[in-house]
């Protein structure tokens, strides 16, 4: 479009432009992970709210969604801090693999 002004480099040069580059590819990659409870809670954890925060969040999302996981001993689990924390570790290594490729 004639209209609008071309693509520019943010201001700051290269290595703000780099940044950006990472954010979307991080993005892009948090995307991929097969986990939704992964994905859900990095980014929540990269807006920087606290475990216990992303846990009550979860527990509203599956209560409006109608979610109810079971752990191995077939007891329902509840979100809270730790796992939130497990699944924020187990993301990390996983964004790892993933941004490696």
Do not use: C
């Not at 004639?2 to 990659?29: H, I, N, W, Y």
């Not at 191995?72 to 924020?88: K, L, R």
Request: a positive charge; proline letters at 5%; glycine letters at 6%.
């Amino acid at each position: 479009d004639p209209q609008q002004p071309p693509v520019q480099l943010p201001d700051g040069g290269k290595e703000t432009f780099e940044r950006s580059m990472d954010k979307v590819m991080l993005m892009e990659a948090i995307g991929k992970l097969k986990d939704e409870d992964q994905r859900f809670a990095i980014l929540k954890r990269l807006e920087g709210y606290k475990s216990k925060e992303i846990a009550e969040m979860l527990k509203i999302k599956w209560k409006k969604l109608g979610i109810v996981k079971y752990n191995n001993d077939n007891e329902v689990v509840i979100p809270d801090e730790g796992y939130i924390n497990v699944h924020v570790q187990r993301a990390k290594k996983e964004l790892k693999i993933i941004m490696s490729n």
